[in-house]
């Protein structure tokens, strides 16, 4: 069983930064990535960002240059997305995912709010 917890959402004014957190625990072996994906209202969930296994990362078009996705060097089962200059646009409820052997497990995803 693999787990996966979020946490770091809230309300920020745009022009803002938060800082997102995702902790996975449990049966983790072969990770492939991890990363963050997005689903605003009344929209299909989107990715965000990704960060593989080799320290290689992606990001949707619409983020970069504000956002980045780390892993953390101590604990190889978080990463942390850190949201820069945000958007209105940026607003949505953002899970985090590991994929393991192709496999992705979910968190139950945090809420991100930005206000013009």
């Known amino acids: 069983q693999v787990q996966v917890v979020e946490s770091g959402g809230g309300v920020v004014q745009a022009g803002g930064s938060l800082r997102l957190s995702c902790a996975a625990s449990g049966s983790i072996f072969s990770i492939v990535g991890q990363g963050w994906s997005r689903q605003a209202p009344g929209k299909q969930r989107n990715l965000v960002a990704n960060?593989?296994?080799?320290?290689?990362?992606?990001y949707v078009d619409s983020v970069k240059g504000r956002f980045i996705i780390t892993r953390d060097s101590a604990n190889v089962t978080t990463v942390y997305l850190q949201m820069n200059d945000l958007k209105p646009d940026d607003t949505g409820v953002y899970y985090c995912?590991?994929?393991?052997?192709?496999?992705?497990?979910w968190g139950q995803g945090t809420q991100v709010t930005v206000s013009s």
């Open positions: 960060i593989f296994a080799n320290g290689g990362t992606y």
């Open positions: 995912y590991i994929n393991i052997l192709g496999q992705h497990y």
